[in-house]
């Protein structure tokens, strides 16, 4: 295909964390996603070197936070520092998953609003803008002192689900698990043109949650329960919001959820619900073949960072590809 930029005046690099989802992005752009070098010294620290020259031009490096998070962090610091120092014009952080944006707010005494460090560290190492999907909560988008831009996959989700399914010919609604995802569920919602219940959510611990059975009253009557989420990690609030659809027979559930992590015996729990139909995600983290289940659908979030990026430098506006936008996906390509 035809390059969306100029491949001469860009450079894109990929940490260790996701060069499949790299490439993606850079095939989307027409442009080739260049080597990089990664090395240890026998103390093991770590050695990077760029595999082309960034003077003068715009560097993307690519990384996802996944695990192992610190050293993907550090990689991502390092690469960013490396493009600084050897005159790149502008230095951006493409991180489709920011794992430190549920660290946000200070809920326990003498612990770190991590988020906000890591948004400073960013910037110390050489970023002059970040641009990530779906982040945790709104207030980590004001952790950052340089630009920054949250995209969503919601466009994705919403084609996928008005093509794949006909939900306007089911009794269907819109789940939020908590408060805090409600105007993002209800944003979801109004593209598909569905309603919106919002579940009471405690947080017990890391991975033990509990819903208030009030939900029950909220999705009674409906077939099809379809909850959007910005990420599933261990599954404990997926399976509380499942045990009570099922009390409210619903025969039909779909789980949305931006960041498919699964983590442990997420999938073996959610799975044992014969009501769980599909899990949809995309990837902005890596999930290997063995968690690929027959259920799972997986759609690429290459085209939406591709586009943004190719926006971004031709000095376009992508308010309809951020999170918090209300605006319609529309093509503004020229």
């Known amino acids: 295909m035809n390059a969306l930029v100029d491949p001469e005046d860009v450079r894109f690099f990929s940490g260790q964390s996701h060069p499949e989802l790299a490439q993606a992005i850079a095939g989307y752009l027409g442009v080739p996603l260049e080597t990089t070098k990664f090395e240890r010294f026998t103390n093991d620290n770590l050695r990077i070197q760029l595999g082309a020259s960034v003077r003068g ?11 192992p998070v610190s050293e993907r962090l550090v990689e991502m610091l390092m690469m960013l520092d490396i493009a600084r120092s050897a005159a790149a014009r502008e230095v951006h952080a493409i991180i ?20 906000r460090l890591i948004a400073d560290l960013l910037e110390t190492a050489g970023a002059t803008h ?18 920054t831009d949250p995209l969503t996959a919601r466009g994705l989700f919403t084609d996928y689900l008005l093509h794949e399914h006909e939900l306007r010919h089911k009794k269907a609604i819109v789940v939020a698990p908590d408060a805090g995802s409600a105007k993002s569920a209800a944003r979801f919602g109004r593209q598909l043109g569905l309603p919106v219940a919002v579940a009471n959510k405690t947080r017990i611990s890391d991975t033990e949650v509990q819903v208030d059975k009030m939900l029950r009253k909220q999705v009674r009557g409906y077939e099809c329960a379809i909850v959007y989420d910005d990420e599933i990690a261990t599954g404990g609030s997926m399976v509380e919001l499942c045990e009570q659809f099922v009390k409210s027979d619903i025969q039909h559930i779909r789980l949305v959820c931006t960041h498919g992590l699964f983590v442990g ?8 619900f014969p009501q769980v139909k599909e899990i949809i995600t995309t990837d902005t983290v890596p ?8 259920l799972m659908t997986v759609l690429s979030v290459a085209s939406v ?14 308010g309809s590809l951020f999170s918090f936008s209300d605006e319609d996906e529309v093509d503004d390509r020229q």
């Open 305 to 318: 960072f591709g586009e943004a990026i190719r926006r971004n430098h031709l000095r376009m506006s992508i």
């Open 265 to 272: 015996s997420a999938l073996k729990r959610l799975t044992a």
């Open 96 to 115: 489709p998953y920011f794992s430190y944006a549920r660290s946000d707010k200070k809920d326990a005494p003498r612990i770190s609003i991590t988020a």
């Open 287 to 294: 999930i290997p073949p063995k968690k690929r289940l027959p």
């Open 130 to 147: 970040v641009m990530t999907m779906q982040l945790h909560s709104p207030q980590v988008h004001g952790f950052f002192r340089v630009p």
């Open 57 to 67: 031009r715009a560097v993307y490096v690519i990384q996802s936070l996944v695990p």
